[in-house]
């Protein structure tokens, strides 16, 4: 099959793959293919407990089992997973960043059981489990090692819950001294040291490895196979190993498309995203590295405008700078809005859209006929929504302004392959944004995503962007998700609460995350109680003291 030279890029949707055959194929152990329909359906768990005589009621403190076996225990309130799938919007929990270590390893496998039960005891439909392609195929390219996730998916199904797979394919961390570093695949990074433009690049030069460059998606640059083949194989590879389960307790897969998951150039380092100053952050385009200039370059002689076709826009200033004193991005008079930049932003998102397609169509051939519901997610960054340019959204690759809606074609190109679109910022309010910056406004933001999806009937995911536990948080996200949810007729909305870790499970934190996802279960009524501005408590024992916590340490 031929394959597209960097010298002749292509701006249509056309893309290439290849069949591969995957090395050492992995065994599926015999607890991961044993389905107890008992156990799954049937079976109701109930647990009891108390705090510990130390921790008085209402105090802050850790909630633990009354006995010393872990295993057996009691709550008074509690779901099976039948009733849980019947009833209003579910709830699922990211795992930890480090439930799988370095070495491709499941860790803390008896706190990871204890928090799996309390989530089943709490209500929780499942769990979000990020499978990293650095820690899969890390030494060589089509040896995969999937031991630890078939461990944490047959936990989850022993406990009776779901689980939603992420095909982690960027960075996580900052690098070797952070606790949650998962670089990409050794092999790939040995390549990048090999040929930087693999990397994206911004004007200064600045490399970012959290991503493989888009503009080498169909090129045979890692050992002969392309990004999107390398993407396709390792899909491919995870649907044979867990197929029994596809369907069963696998219901969902996130495909990851950029940094952080999102679909997105990777415009300003991921971590620097919750950073307060982060409000200031215009974000610089991703559009220097050879791959991504040879396609602007022939798109720009396509149309007869060589000079446009020699790198990013000139005036966009630095990072930091007020938008109203640059050249390209302030409001009046901006060249974003001239017929260069728009030439230009119709560039960079346009490729951004046909890398989404690309991979979309592929996972979609992947996963049919497996039952599983499919889903991409777009990042939340409304930090200038208010300017009329939208800078840091259009630096990201979001081509939304004043003036166009930037998130509809990728709402569309979701519908196209049955995707559900996962957005995240569900618990920020605009109140409290402006404070940072007057411009900033996650609802507004999140207002235009939704009626996008609203508009192409695509299931929402949403998730929170900051480990909020606290009842306005909750409650902000019902809020949203009543948005989402009002004039359709079967509105099929999620939320992935991110992340669980040993916060979650203390005293104060606990109450208020079970009371979430009995309002979630109970969506309609509690919707229709913020509707009227009455207080909603749902009362329960659990309540006036905490059925369970167990400590993930």
């Known amino acids: 099959m031929a394959i597209a030279s960097p010298s002749t890029p292509s701006f249509s949707a056309s893309f290439c793959c290849t069949r591969t055959e995957s090395n050492r194929p992995t065994r599926l152990p015999r607890f991961a293919l044993t389905h107890s329909r008992r156990s799954q359906h049937h079976q109701r768990l109930t647990i009891s407990s108390r705090l510990n005589s130390s921790t008085p009621s209402g105090a802050g403190g850790w909630v633990s089992p009354d006995n010393g076996d872990v295993y057996k225990y009691e709550l008074q309130h509690g779901f099976a997973a039948e009733q849980r799938s019947r009833m209003g919007s579910p709830v699922f929990v990211t795992l930890p960043v480090d439930a799988v270590g370095p070495g491709g390893q499941m860790r803390r496998k008896r706190a990871m059981s204890q928090s799996f039960k309390a989530l089943t ?194 005036g966009a200033s630095n990072l930091m700078q007020n938008p109203e004193d640059t050249e390209f991005f302030r409001s009046k008079d901006g060249s974003w809005s001239t017929p260069y930049g728009k030439f230009f932003l119709e560039w960079y998102s346009g490729m951004l859209l046909q890398h989404g397609e690309r991979i979309c169509r592929e996972a979609e051939a992947i996963f049919r006929g497996t039952e599983v519901n499919t889903s991409a997610k777009v990042a939340g960054i409304h930090w200038h929504y208010g300017i009329k340019s939208h800078p840091s959204e259009l ?83 019902l809020k949203m998700s009543k948005f989402y949810s009002d004039g359709l007729k079967k509105p099929s909305f999620s939320f992935n609460f991110v992340r669980m870790d040993k916060n979650m499970f203390e005293y104060r934190n606990w109450v208020h995350f079970t009371r979430f996802v009995r309002q979630m279960a109970n969506a309609n009524i509690f919707r229709a109680k913020l509707d009227s501005g009455a207080e909603m408590r749902l009362s329960s024992s659990l309540d006036a003291k905490v059925g369970v916590a167990f400590a993930y340490c």
């Open 121 to 314: 005891a709490a209500g929780v439909e499942g769990v979000v489990m990020e499978v990293w392609w650095g820690l899969v195929e890390r030494e060589q390219p089509r040896v995969y090692d999937w031991q630890a996730y078939l461990e944490l998916v047959a936990m989850a199904r022993r406990c009776g819950l779901k689980v939603r797979a992420v095909m982690a394919f960027h960075q996580c961390g900052t690098g070797p001294g952070d606790p949650h570093w998962i670089p990409l695949p050794l092999w790939v990074l040995e390549e990048i040291v090999k040929v930087p433009d693999l990397a994206y690049s911004d004007r200064f030069g600045r490399r970012s490895t959290e991503y493989i460059s888009l503009g080498c998606d169909i090129l045979p640059v890692l050992r002969g196979r392309s990004p999107l083949q390398a993407y396709t194989d390792f899909m491919r590879n995870f649907r044979d190993t867990f197929k029994p389960l596809l369907g069963v307790i696998i219901t969902g897969i996130q495909v990851g498309m950029g940094p952080a998951g999102e679909l997105r150039y990777p415009s300003c380092p991921s971590h620097k995203l919750t950073w307060a100053w982060r409000s200031r952050e215009l974000g610089e385009f991703q559009c220097y590295d050879k791959y991504m200039l040879a396609s602007l370059n022939a798109c720009a002689r396509t149309i007869g405008m060589l000079e446009w076709g020699n790198g990013g826009p000139i």
């Open 395 to 477: 630096t990201a690759g979001y081509y939304n302004t004043s003036t166009r809606d930037g998130y509809l074609p990728i709402a569309r190109m979701f519908r196209r392959y049955g995707f559900s679109l996962c957005c995240t910022s569900f618990e920020m309010k605009d109140m409290e944004e402006k404070q940072l910056s007057p411009v900033s406004s996650p609802e507004g933001f999140l207002r235009q995503l939704l009626a996008a999806a609203k508009i192409c009937d695509i299931s929402l995911e949403g998730e929170n962007s900051a480990p909020n536990l606290d009842d306005e948080s909750f409650k902000q996200v």
